[in-house]
C-alpha cells in the first residue's frame, strides 16, 4: 500500500481528528526512504500497525463543585504502543481535550519517547476539564474522580502518566494519593512529576523548557554558532515557557517575549524572569499583570494571544504554547526578521506551511518529537530513581538531561544524513524514531 493510500485509509478510520490526521501525515510524508530501505518492514505491515493505538479509553468523569452543583467531564487515556516500555505520556486538563487531540499527542509520543533512548512506550491522556478558576477543593475532587476509573489501566510496568497542560504538580499530587488510596500500595513509579519529598525528581519542573533550549543550542553548535548574545522570542508563559526562558538566559541569550491566551508582551530590556515566575507561578495571573508591574519600556499587545510574538524581529524562536499556534504567515514574519533556528518546545505547535518555509529559507528546525522530549526523558529518570528508591542531586540529573538530548540531537542528525537530507532534523527524528520502533516491532512478532 503507497504512504498516499495508508494516509487515506487513517482518515477514514479516524473521522473527524484533524490533529491525528496532520501528526500521522508528517511522519509518513517523511517515511518513504525507510520503507524502500527496509522492506521488512512493508511486510510486516509495520505502518498499518503503529497508526492504531493498542487500546483506546474513554470514561464518564462526574465530580461536584463547592456549591454542590454536579458537572460531567470526559476523560482519555490513548495507550498508543508498549513495544520500548510501559506507555509514557502527560495528561492534559482542557477544554480543548478531546480524542482527536489525545491520539495526536500519543502517536507524537512515540517516536519521542524512542529518540531518548529510554525505555518507554507511548500514550497520552487527559480530560476536557477546565481547571481555571477552580477551587484546590473542586480540582481535588476532580482528580479522584478521574483516578477512579483511570487507575485499573495503569501500573509502573503497564501505564505511568505524568503531567501537561493544566496538569502539574498539584494534580499529580491528587491523582498519586487517590490512586494509593484505591489499590493500597505506594507505588511511586505509577506516576512522574511528583513532588521532591514523595519521589519526584530534580529538574522534572525545568525539564521540557530546558531540553528544548539545550537541543537548541546543538543545533547551533553543528553549524558552528551558539547562543551567546542571540535576541529569542518565547511564546507562552507556562512551564515550559519559563524554563526556556531560564535556560536561554544562562545560555547568554536576551530573552524579548512571552504570552498568554490574553496576549504578549515585548520586553527590549529582556525578560524579568523572577517577576514573571511571580506573576504566573504564584499570583496565578496574566502576562498584562507582568507588564504593568514590570514598566513603561514594556509593550503589552492584547487579544492576539501567542502569535503576536512571531512579529519581533529575533534570532531564535522556541514556540511553547499549543498545536498549530505557528502558522505560514507568522514564519514569513520570522524569516523577514532575520530567524536562524526555531525549536518545538510545545506539541506541533508549527503548521506544516509554516515548516516548509523554515526549511526553504535554511533556517535550523527542531521538531517536538526531537525538542521537547527533555520532560518525557525526566520523567524516565524518575522512574528509575523511585525503582531503585533513590534520589539524584539537581547537578547529576541536569546532566543526565543535557547527555540525552544531545544523543537525541546527533541521533536526529545523523539519520538525516544517512538518508539524504542533511541538516533535516524533521526526517532524522521521523525516520531515528521510526525504525528504533519497528525494528522492536518485528521482534516481537505481530501482537
Not at 109 to 129: E, V
Not at 246 to 263: I, N, P
Not at 265 to 283: A, F, I, M, P
Not at 371 to 389: F, I, K, P
Request: with cysteine; aromatic share 8%.
Amino acid at each position: 500500500m503507497s504512504i498516499e493510500a495508508l494516509y487515506a485509509d487513517v482518515v477514514r478510520r479516524n473521522k473527524g481528528e484533524a490533529e491525528f490526521h496532520q501528526a500521522v501525515h508528517e511522519v509518513l510524508e517523511t517515511l518513504e526512504p525507510v520503507l524502500a530501505r527496509r522492506p521488512e518492514f512493508v511486510d510486516a505491515r509495520i505502518v498499518e500497525r503503529i497508526v492504531e493505538p493498542e487500546r483506546q479509553l474513554m470514561f464518564r468523569v462526574p465530580w461536584t463543585d463547592d456549591a454542590g452543583d454536579i458537572h460531567v467531564n470526559r476523560g482519555f487515556r490513548v495507550e498508543f504502543s508498549s513495544v520500548l516500555g510501559p506507555y509514557k505520556g502527560g495528561l492534559r486538563f482542557h477544554p480543548s481535550v478531546n480524542l482527536g487531540i489525545v491520539k495526536f499527542l500519543g502517536f507524537e509520543q512515540i517516536f519521542k519517547n524512542a529518540l531518548t533512548g529510554l525505555s518507554i512506550g507511548g500514550g497520552k491522556g487527559g480530560s476536557d476539564f477546565d481547571p481555571k478558576g477552580r477551587s484546590d477543593a473542586e480540582i481535588m475532587r476532580f482528580c479522584q474522580s478521574f483516578m477512579t476509573e483511570l487507575y485499573r489501566h495503569l501500573g509502573e510496568h503497564t501505564d505511568v502518566p505524568a503531567g501537561d497542560i493544566g496538569v502539574g504538580g498539584r494534580e499529580i499530587g491528587y491523582l498519586f494519593g487517590q490512586y494509593k488510596r484505591i489499590t493500597n500500595r505506594y507505588e511511586s513509579g505509577v506516576l512522574t512529576g511528583k513532588g521532591i519529598g514523595w519521589g519526584g525528581a530534580q529538574v522534572r519542573t525545568e525539564a521540557t523548557g530546558y531540553g528544548c533550549v539545550l537541543f537548541t543550542a546543538e543545533m547551533l553548535r553543528s553549524r558552528g554558532e551558539d547562543l551567546e548574545g542571540r535576541r529569542v522570542v518565547v511564546s507562552g508563559s507556562g512551564n515550559v515557557a519559563v524554563y526556556a526562558i531560564e535556560k536561554a538566559q544562562e545560555l547568554g541569550a536576551t530573552v524579548l517575549t512571552c504570552s498568554d491566551s490574553s496576549g504578549h508582551v515585548v520586553d527590549e530590556k529582556g525578560v524579568d524572569l523572577e517577576l514573571l515566575k511571580e506573576v504566573k507561578e504564584v499570583r496565578r495571573g496574566r502576562v498584562a499583570d507582568y507588564a504593568r508591574l514590570r514598566g513603561s519600556h514594556v509593550r503589552f499587545v492584547g487579544g492576539g494571544g501567542a502569535g503576536g510574538v512571531w512579529n519581533v524581529p529575533c534570532d531564535i524562536a522556541l514556540p511553547c504554547a499549543t498545536q498549530n499556534e505557528l502558522t505560514e504567515t507568522d514564519a514569513l514574519a520570522l524569516v523577514r526578521g532575520g530567524v536562524t533556528a526555531v525549536a518545538e518546545g510545545a506539541n506541533m505547535p508549527t503548521t506544516p506551511e509554516a515548516v516548509r518555509i523554515f526549511q526553504q529559507a535554511g533556517v535550523a528546525f527542531g521538531p517536538g518529537k526531537a525538542a521537547n522530549a527533555g520532560g518525557v526523558a525526566t520523567s524516565a529518570l524518575e522512574m528509575q530513581q523511585n525503582a531503585s528508591r533513590d534520589s539524584w542531586t539537581f547537578a547529576r540529573t541536569e546532566e543526565r538531561l543535557a547527555a540525552i538530548m544531545k544523543h537525541i540531537h546527533d541521533t536526529c542528525h545523523a539519520t538525516a544524513e544517512r538518508y539524504g537530507h542533511p541538516g533535516d532534523y524533521v526526517v532524522g527524528a521521523n525516520i531515528a524514531g521510526f525504525e528504533l520502533v519497528a525494528d522492536a516491532m518485528l521482534a516481537q512478532g505481530l501482537v
